[in-house]
């Protein structure tokens, strides 16, 4: 079970956002991962729950930040209920997109596992709905993911395999990279694997027909 700590920080500028303390791993259903997530100065200002099926979909997603609080989950493309402390604003949405996307690293890997590409391939198209910090704010993007690389290190603990992914926002045309290793970010924009204490899990292998937007 991979459990670390993530640095975060403004991609642009590289101001310092904090940091995710998380821990994660694969289970009868899927993959889940939580964490906590801390200002500069060491406070409190939020947390994620994310559970993945076998195929990569959102089973439960749960994030606060801000005083507010997202539950979501794949229900009819996406469905998900936002509220603040008292309740008085919750309101329901949905939108026909394949996922979840946020500011936690989470998001990177949930969505690595959807998708799949596969080396040499054409990129691959997913509609996600993002939540925003720091008032977990929705709106939907549509992004662009390839694998670009894939690279086996030898590791005290056995082979590592990093798989480098190339980002496209469809709606900027911005383009970035990403390097995952199993369930953990290596390196992303805005994101720093600063700790792990245990090597990242291997996720089981199934039918990556089931797993690819376009075929559901």
């Known amino acids: 079970m991979p459990t670390g700590r993530y640095l975060l920080h403004d991609p642009y500028d590289h101001s310092p956002l904090g940091e995710e303390h998380f821990q994660c791993a694969p289970g009868p259903s899927g993959w889940r991962y939580v964490s906590q997530r801390l200002t500069p100065e060491g406070d409190h200002r939020g947390s994620v729950d994310v559970t993945l099926d ?40 949905n939108a026909p997109a394949h996922a979840f996307t946020g500011a936690s690293p ?26 925003t910090d720091p008032v977990l704010a929705p709106f939907t993007v549509d992004r662009t993911w390839a694998l670009t690389g894939s690279e086996t290190h030898s590791t005290d603990s056995g082979p590592l395999v990093v798989d ?21 970010v290596l390196a992303a924009p805005g994101v720093e694997l600063d700790d792990l204490a245990s090597p990242p899990s291997a996720f089981r292998d199934v039918d990556r027909q089931g797993a690819d937007p376009d075929d559901r």
């Open 54 to 93: 076998d195929l990569g979909r959102p089973l439960r997603v749960e994030m606060r930040a801000g005083g507010w609080q997202v539950r979501g989950a794949a229900l009819d493309g996406v469905t998900w209920v936002r509220t603040d402390p008292t309740g008085e604003h919750a309101a329901e949405g």
């Open 106 to 131: 989470a998001f990177l890997v949930a969505t690595a596992r959807l998708l799949r590409p596969h080396l040499g391939e054409a990129p691959v198209r997913v509609r996600l709905v993002e939540f």
């Open 164 to 184: 480098a992914y190339r980002v496209t926002d469809l709606g900027t045309g911005e383009q970035h990279t990403v390097h995952l290793a199993g369930d953990v």
